[in-house]
T-cell receptor, first 110, second 114 residues
């Protein structure tokens, strides 16, 4: 079993839809949770991070962490074609070594 | 502008050759990392370094070597011992202490073995 599980998709939605992207993990020591967005043939860019449980909102993006269920989510409201990319979750215990999910490919059609 | 640069963007290698991928950062970050990305496998850590002249193996270090002679630079050499080197290579950096330890990535180098 992988430490971090993420559905690879692709997830196809129409423009304007609410998108939910999720990861589950097995290591209860993880404390820092991040979401990266990666466009094709580019390096990942950090979208959001959260510490421990709770929600964090930034514009159209909301990150949610449920440590009791070992489950994290990224919600995208009013999705746009420019949101089409691969979304990677990542997490660590507070030291530098990040553990990544495999990424979910999102396609937003106009 | 602060950031991470990688060069070259595309690299072609013949079997049996060693090649070196460049990574430079001007973010004044202490830690630097090399990842390999293959389709369907996410990012896998090759090597990382927290301080100059020191580095640690990641999960898939066999067939790779690194050096950290300067804080700003962390080159990766893909040796002929790496049996399947064709992949997308990503360099990242982060602050060593404090904060959530976000890693910031460079644009990547796509290596193809001919």
């Amino acid at each position: 079993q992988k430490e971090v599980e993420q559905d690879p998709g692709p997830l196809s939605v129409p423009e304007g839809a609410i998108v939910s992207l999720n990861c589950t993990y097995s290591n209860s020591a993880f404390q820092y949770f991040m979401w990266y967005r990666q466009y094709s043939r580019k390096g990942p860019e950090l979208l959001m991070y959260t510490y421990s449980s709770g929600n964090k909102e930034d514009g159209r993006f909301t990150a949610q962490v449920d440590k009791s269920s070992k489950y994290i989510s990224l919600f995208i409201r009013d999705s746009q074609p420019s949101d089409s990319a691969t979304y990677l979750c990542a997490m660590n215990t507070g030291f530098q070594k990040l553990v990544f999910g495999t990424g979910t490919r999102l396609l937003v059609s106009p | 502008d602060g950031g991470i640069t990688q060069s070259p963007k595309y690299l072609f290698r013949k079997e049996g050759q060693n090649v070196t991928l460049s990574c430079e950062q001007n973010l004044n970050h202490d830690a630097m990392y090399w990842y390999r990305q293959d389709p369907g496998q996410g990012l896998r850590l090759i090597y990382y370094s927290q301080i100059v002249n020191d580095f640690q193996k990641g999960d898939i270090a066999e067939g790779y070597s690194v050096s950290r002679e300067k804080k700003e630079s962390f080159p990766l050499t893909v040796t002929s011992a790496q049996k399947n080197p064709t992949a997308f290579y990503l360099c990242a950096s982060s602050m060593l202490a404090g904060g959530p330890h976000e890693q910031f990535f460079g644009p990547g180098t796509r290596l193809t073995v001919l």
